[in-house]
């Protein structure tokens, strides 16, 4: 591990420095981690493990300094499959300014979220959900979850979840709504962003998407009041 990879530490960058929507940061890290993603950014925020700064309009912005320590978290995770909570310690040994030892030697195997996302057959995908086969083929008839021959790990947390509907009779033919609620989000999101996404420049598809995304995660805080507020109502 290089010195100035191991030293990227900190929440903010130095004065000055240029600072990356996360488009940019996609962009730059991208061609060495493929299955990063915005989500997947949002998500090592929220742990905590990296600190970028916010525009007065609430958009992340990342300094150098964070996209060296982002590059640090995703070769931990990717090349020594390290869990998020040693990460976190290595880093904050780091931010105290000491020099810990490389967690990587003793560290125990487990598998990276951030790396290389899994593919499952149908079989390794009924298996790992505990999942019947007639649920998997009513997800698929009912737009739930794709149609073929491989499925993502996504598609795997969504058919847990099916079963465990299923069990208190909640079964996929009761979420039609859902697929529908879904693209009428997404064509939401689309005409918001449409302007940039007409540019025929990079950046600005780059920025419709981080838009697009910043702006599902919005709609994702709407959604949740309003469930609790109903559920809330049943008591």
Same mark, same amino acid.
């Given at each position: 591990?290089?010195?100035?990879?191991?030293?990227?530490?900190?929440?903010? &960058?130095?004065?000055?420095?240029?600072?990356?929507?996360? &488009?940019? !940061?996609?962009?730059?890290?991208?061609?060495?981690?493929? $299955?990063?993603?915005?989500?997947?950014?949002?998500?090592?925020?929220?742990?905590?493990?990296?600190?970028?700064?916010?525009?007065?309009?609430?958009?992340?912005?990342?300094?150098?300094?964070?996209?060296?320590?982002?590059?640090?978290?995703?070769?931990?995770?990717?090349?020594?499959?390290?869990?998020?909570?040693?990460?976190?310690?290595?880093?904050?040994?780091?931010? *105290?300014?000491? =020099?810990?030892?490389?967690?990587?030697? =003793?560290?125990?195997?487990?598998?990276?979220?951030?790396?290389?996302?899994?593919?499952?057959?149908?079989?390794?995908?009924?298996?790992?959900?505990? *999942?019947? *086969?007639?649920?998997? $083929?009513?997800? !698929?008839?009912?737009?739930?979850?794709?149609?073929? $021959?491989?499925?993502?790990?996504?598609?795997?947390?969504?058919?847990?979840?099916?079963?465990?509907?299923?069990?208190?009779?909640?079964?996929?033919?009761?979420?039609?709504?859902?697929?529908?609620?879904?693209?009428?989000?997404?064509?939401?999101?689309?005409?918001?962003?449409?302007?940039?996404?007409?540019?025929?420049?990079?950046?600005?598809?780059?920025?419709?998407?981080?838009?697009?995304?910043?702006?599902?995660?919005?709609?994702?805080?709407?959604?949740?009041?309003?469930?609790?507020?109903?559920? $809330?109502?049943?008591?």
């Amino acid at each position: 591990m290089s010195t100035s990879l191991a030293r990227a530490q900190g929440p903010a &960058g130095g004065p000055g420095a240029p600072l990356l929507n996360i &488009g940019q !940061v996609l962009a730059k890290l991208k061609p060495e981690f493929p $299955d990063l993603s915005p989500s997947k950014l949002r998500f090592l925020e929220e742990q905590r493990l990296v600190f970028p700064s916010r525009t007065d309009s609430g958009y992340r912005k990342f300094s150098p300094r964070d996209l060296d320590r982002l590059r640090l978290i995703l070769t931990m995770q990717r090349d020594h499959y390290l869990p998020l909570k040693v990460i976190r310690s290595y880093l904050a040994e780091l931010d *105290a300014g000491r =020099n810990p030892a490389w967690p990587g030697a =003793n560290a125990p195997a487990t598998p990276s979220m951030l790396g290389a996302e899994r593919r499952y057959t149908r079989e390794e995908l009924l298996r790992e959900a505990s *999942a019947p *086969a007639a649920l998997l $083929d009513d997800a !698929v008839a009912t737009s739930l979850l794709p149609a073929g $021959d491989v499925f993502t790990d996504d598609a795997l947390a969504v058919l847990k979840a099916l079963a465990e509907l299923r069990r208190v009779g909640i079964e996929p033919r009761h979420l039609r709504g859902f697929r529908a609620a879904a693209e009428r989000e997404a064509a939401l999101l689309e005409s918001a962003v449409l302007p940039l996404l007409r540019r025929r420049d990079g950046t600005g598809r780059m920025r419709g998407a981080e838009l697009a995304a910043e702006l599902a995660g919005q709609l994702d805080v709407v959604r949740a009041s309003l469930l609790r507020a109903s559920i $809330d109502r049943l008591g």
